[in-house]
């Protein structure tokens, strides 16, 4: 979809703020470009390299950007090259960043966060603001989903620097205070992106304390956390085995909630130290019990999560912080032994038993989990090698035996596990093209329905027939407007969807939508369905057209263009799902529209617009009715849109499912949708005044 973006950018000279692919309609800008801010698309995103491919080449540009990050921190503390060295190996291969790797748009994020981190520390050592605010800009534009909580996690980390710079909290909130304007400036920079976002996502419903508890109703999360240092839980909880089940505990509404701490085995003997030995410091125990307490509390963890359900993705500042906090021992390891003998010995328990503890607890019968419990147990030779190369302060081991466990954790995460082994290129390849190449579907349906050209026509494409079950975001890889999308970001109105028919509009999330309503389908103007085999034909009325790639293709004959207007009227208070098939002829409306739109109704019941064109940001239609009316478009509905009847603007109304109602007149309505997302001109403002804020600053 990127692709297609910056074509139409490139091509119309507009940014598309509204994208027609994004299942019934979205708002690119403020949603979908969410997920397009990831810097390492683009240099690709304009070549004829297939995604397979494109994500390869990435990956190992986001390994060696995580690495070369963490030195750049290391070298702003001023550590050896070796330590430097050691750190960076350890962050680049983690078990957070291992398993982020799965999902590149937040690998994108994560990579870039010790930069972040480094311009706390030059602020906290010299007094230099440039590089943080760059970066609260940057990492807002990149994902601001994930920098929301990590600018939560900043006050712990700002307080426990400062402690280890000047063993004092004198000074300390006064200097806060600086960095939080400095902070104040770099959001405003990014205000043009993220104020539309932000508008947008706190009007959608994945937003709301879901799990507003003080305890989660597992044991997992609690034993999945207490072994999250000790066990490289990325071999684990993508595994696709019965042992992957105890590591990847979701929620009700399969939030992530496997715990990716581990940070080889230096992590696993060295964070003790801080705890419990002559190295203990106050500001470190106070964090990791904050920590604790925040990810083992569902509403802390919920807030942390941006107060959707509980989830252990923002623990990937907690696996820098604690990457970070053994840096000076890697320099100089000056180890208490007492404490390191004790964490030697938890932690060898921790790792030979903890996943036996887990799978009990869990209800799983040891036996389901011996094929995998090998995982677990190679890495407890290097544990206990490193531990008696830390006890020996032979530190000339410590670097080739942490390399060989890294190598070893990263073999089985990816080309170890049974998740990743079945995929095959040649096989996924094909899978991206089943259709064809981008449009070529379009085209070939226009060839036999030149009308299409000058309707609104979506298409129903089977998602295990045709798609095999493997995405419901085809529809944006073949820019086509499809009825199916997991999308966390959606807009709003289509909340309303699911008032009509939940059980056939949404699928495994809230966030997934997949339309199989036949009366829903004909709302939203459906004309065409793919389709593997006449079963699987969800219209009421339908007709056997030709094949497409081996593929029956139906024509949905209760198909009318764009919309309709509407007669008679009722409340979602006086609907149930089981009357779906009043939707052609009646108009659903929340209570408080009720009078307002039953007024303006007409007598005359007209279905199919003359003629209706999405093109980019607007949309062109063309209705004529004897009489002033009401009519409703097959688009959804948004505050941004504007819509104009005839060069008048009109109110705009959310009706039937969330689409959009407008009063018609008597005669030719010729109507113009233009979309803006909201926020954008005060997002605009706010990044010249964050900008002029920067260079002011830089200046001073």
Same mark, same amino acid.
């Given at each position: 979809?990127?692709?297609?973006?910056?074509?139409?950018?490139?091509?119309?000279?507009?940014?598309?703020?509204?994208? @027609?692919?994004?299942?019934?309609?979205?708002?690119?800008?403020?949603?979908?470009?969410?997920?397009?801010?990831?810097?390492?698309?683009?240099?690709?995103?304009?070549?004829?390299?297939?995604?397979?491919?494109?994500?390869?080449?990435?990956?190992?540009?986001?390994?060696?950007?995580?690495?070369?990050?963490?030195?750049?921190?290391?070298?702003?503390?001023?550590?050896?090259?070796?330590?430097?060295?050691?750190?960076?190996?350890?962050?680049?291969?983690?078990?957070?960043?291992?398993?982020?790797?799965?999902?590149?748009?937040?690998?994108?994020?994560?990579?870039?966060?010790?930069?972040?981190?480094?311009?706390?520390?030059?602020?906290? +050592?010299?007094?230099?603001?440039?590089?943080?605010?760059?970066?609260?800009?940057?990492?807002?534009?990149?994902?601001?989903?994930?920098?929301?909580?990590?600018?939560?996690?900043?006050?712990?980390?700002?307080?426990?620097?400062?402690?280890?710079?000047?063993?004092?909290?004198?000074?300390?909130?006064?200097?806060?205070?600086?960095?939080?304007?400095?902070?104040?400036?770099?959001?405003?920079?990014?205000?043009?992106?993220?104020?539309?976002?932000?508008?947008?996502?706190?009007?959608?419903?994945?937003?709301?304390?879901?799990?507003?508890?003080?305890?989660?109703?597992?044991?997992?999360?609690?034993?999945?956390?207490?072994?999250?240092?000790?066990?490289?839980?990325?071999?684990?909880?993508?595994?696709?085995?019965?042992?992957?089940?105890?590591?990847?505990?979701?929620?009700?509404?399969?939030?992530?909630?496997?715990?990716?701490?581990?940070?080889?085995?230096?992590?696993?003997?060295?964070?003790?130290?801080?705890?419990?030995?002559?190295?203990?410091?106050?500001?470190?125990?106070?964090?990791?019990?904050?920590?604790?307490?925040?990810?083992?509390?569902?509403?802390?963890?919920?807030?942390?999560?941006?107060?959707?359900?509980?989830?252990?993705? @923002?623990?990937?500042?907690?696996?820098?912080?604690?990457?970070?906090?053994?840096?000076?021992?890697?320099?100089?390891?000056?180890?208490?032994?007492?404490?390191?003998?004790?964490?030697?010995?938890?932690?060898?328990?921790?790792?030979?038993?903890?996943?036996?503890?887990?799978?009990?607890?869990?209800?799983?019968?040891?036996?389901?989990?011996?094929?995998?419990?090998?995982?677990?147990?190679?890495?407890?030779?290097?544990?206990?090698?490193?531990?008696?190369?830390?006890?020996?302060? +032979?530190?000339?081991?410590?670097?080739?035996?942490?390399?060989?466990?890294?190598?070893?954790?990263?073999?089985?995460?990816?080309?170890?596990?049974?998740?990743?082994?079945?995929?095959?290129?040649?096989?996924?390849?094909?899978?991206?093209?089943?259709?064809?190449?981008?449009?070529?579907?379009?085209?070939?349906?226009?060839?036999?329905?030149?009308?299409?050209?000058?309707?609104?026509?979506?298409?129903?494409?089977?998602?295990?027939?045709?798609?095999?079950?493997?995405?419901?975001?085809?529809?944006l890889y073949y820019d086509l407007m499809g009825l199916m999308s997991y999308d966390s970001t959606y807009t709003a109105s289509t909340n309303d969807l699911k008032l009509l028919d939940q059980d056939h509009v949404q699928d495994y999330l809230p966030w997934t939508f997949n339309i199989t309503n036949p009366d829903i389908m004909t709302l939203v103007s459906t004309k065409y369905a793919v389709v593997a085999e006449e079963s699987q034909v969800p219209f009421t009325?339908?007709?056997?057209?030709?094949?497409?790639?081996?593929?029956?293709?139906?024509?949905?004959?209760?198909?009318?263009?764009?919309?309709?207007?509407?007669?008679?009227?009722?409340?979602?208070?006086?609907?149930?799902?089981?009357?779906?098939?009043?939707?052609?002829?009646?108009?659903?409306?929340?209570?408080?529209?009720?009078?307002?739109?039953?007024?303006?109704?007409?007598?005359?019941?007209?279905?199919?617009?003359?003629?209706?064109?999405?093109?980019?940001?607007?949309?062109?239609?063309?209705?004529?009715?004897?009489?002033?009316?009401?009519?409703?478009?097959?688009?959804? @509905?948004?505050?941004? @849109?504007?819509?104009?009847?005839?060069?008048?603007?009109?109110?705009?109304?959310?009706?039937?499912?969330?689409?959009?109602?407008?009063?018609?007149?008597?005669?030719?309505?010729?109507?113009?949708?233009?979309?803006?997302?909201?926020?954008?001109?005060?997002?605009?403002?706010?990044?010249?005044?964050?900008?002029?804020?920067?260079?002011?600053?830089?200046?001073?």
């Amino acid at each position: 979809n990127l692709r297609t973006m910056l074509v139409k950018w490139r091509d119309s000279g507009t940014l598309p703020f509204w994208s @027609w692919a994004s299942f019934l309609g979205n708002d690119f800008y403020s949603t979908k470009l969410f997920y397009f801010q990831d810097l390492f698309d683009y240099p690709f995103a304009l070549t004829k390299l297939p995604y397979t491919d494109i994500i390869t080449i990435q990956t190992y540009l986001k390994f060696l950007t995580a690495g070369f990050c963490f030195l750049y921190y290391a070298s702003v503390n001023h550590y050896s090259r070796r330590t430097k060295l050691t750190g960076s190996l350890i962050f680049a291969f983690s078990a957070y960043n291992l398993q982020t790797m799965m999902h590149p748009f937040f690998a994108s994020f994560f990579v870039f966060l010790p930069l972040y981190f480094a311009g706390i520390d030059r602020y906290i +050592m010299d007094r230099k603001k440039g590089l943080f605010i760059l970066m609260v800009f940057f990492l807002f534009v990149n994902n601001y989903y994930l920098f929301y909580s990590v600018s939560l996690f900043t006050v712990l980390y700002f307080i426990w620097r400062w402690d280890r710079e000047y063993h004092s909290m004198k000074g300390m909130w006064a200097s806060a205070f600086k960095l939080i304007g400095c902070y104040l400036i770099g959001f405003a920079m990014s205000g043009v992106v993220v104020l539309p976002e932000a508008i947008s996502i706190l009007s959608n419903s994945r937003v709301g304390a879901r799990s507003a508890t003080l305890v989660f109703d597992s044991v997992l999360p609690y034993l999945d956390y207490l072994t999250g240092l000790f066990t490289p839980t990325s071999m684990l909880a993508n595994r696709g085995a019965e042992i992957s089940q105890l590591y990847s505990y979701n929620t009700e509404n399969y939030s992530v909630m496997a715990v990716f701490l581990w940070g080889s085995s230096l992590c696993s003997l060295m964070v003790p130290q801080y705890l419990f030995g002559k190295h203990r410091e106050k500001s470190s125990v106070i964090s990791v019990i904050v920590i604790t307490l925040v990810a083992l509390i569902p509403i802390l963890s919920s807030a942390m999560h941006g107060f959707s359900e509980p989830s252990f993705r @923002w623990l990937g500042s907690v696996s820098f912080y604690l990457i970070a906090m053994i840096l000076p021992l890697i320099e100089e390891p000056d180890m208490d032994n007492h404490v390191l003998l004790w964490s030697l010995l938890a932690a060898s328990i921790v790792l030979a038993t903890g996943t036996a503890l887990i799978a009990l607890a869990d209800g799983k019968e040891l036996s389901l989990i011996k094929d995998d419990y090998y995982l677990v147990l190679i890495c407890l030779p290097s544990l206990l090698v490193t531990g008696a190369a830390l006890y020996y302060r +032979m530190t000339h081991v410590i670097l080739p035996v942490i390399l060989a466990e890294l190598c070893l954790v990263s073999w089985f995460t990816y080309f170890g596990s049974p998740s990743f082994n079945y995929l095959n290129k040649v096989d996924m390849d094909r899978t991206a093209s089943i259709l064809g190449e981008k449009g070529y579907y379009q085209d070939w349906v226009a060839q036999f329905d030149p009308e299409s050209r000058q309707e609104v026509v979506r298409h129903y494409i089977d998602a295990w027939g045709v798609y095999w079950g493997l995405s419901t975001n085809f529809n944006l890889y073949y820019d086509l407007m499809g009825l199916m999308s997991y999308d966390s970001t959606y807009t709003a109105s289509t909340n309303d969807l699911k008032l009509l028919d939940q059980d056939h509009v949404q699928d495994y999330l809230p966030w997934t939508f997949n339309i199989t309503n036949p009366d829903i389908m004909t709302l939203v103007s459906t004309k065409y369905a793919v389709v593997a085999e006449e079963s699987q034909v969800p219209f009421t009325n339908a007709e056997y057209i030709t094949d497409y790639a081996g593929m029956p293709v139906y024509r949905n004959n209760d198909y009318y263009n764009f919309g309709k207007t509407y007669t008679d009227i009722m409340t979602y208070d006086d609907y149930d799902p089981s009357m779906t098939g009043l939707l052609r002829s009646r108009l659903i409306v929340h209570a408080e529209d009720y009078d307002e739109i039953k007024a303006l109704l007409g007598n005359e019941e007209v279905t199919g617009f003359e003629e209706a064109v999405p093109d980019g940001n607007n949309y062109y239609a063309t209705l004529t009715v004897n009489e002033p009316g009401f009519a409703v478009m097959a688009v959804p @509905w948004h505050k941004g @849109w504007s819509v104009t009847v005839n060069s008048k603007e009109v109110k705009t109304y959310a009706v039937s499912g969330g689409l959009t109602g407008i009063p018609v007149v008597s005669g030719t309505n010729k109507i113009v949708g233009t979309f803006t997302p909201v926020g954008l001109k005060a997002g605009m403002y706010a990044t010249i005044a964050g900008t002029a804020g920067f260079i002011l600053l830089m200046i001073i």
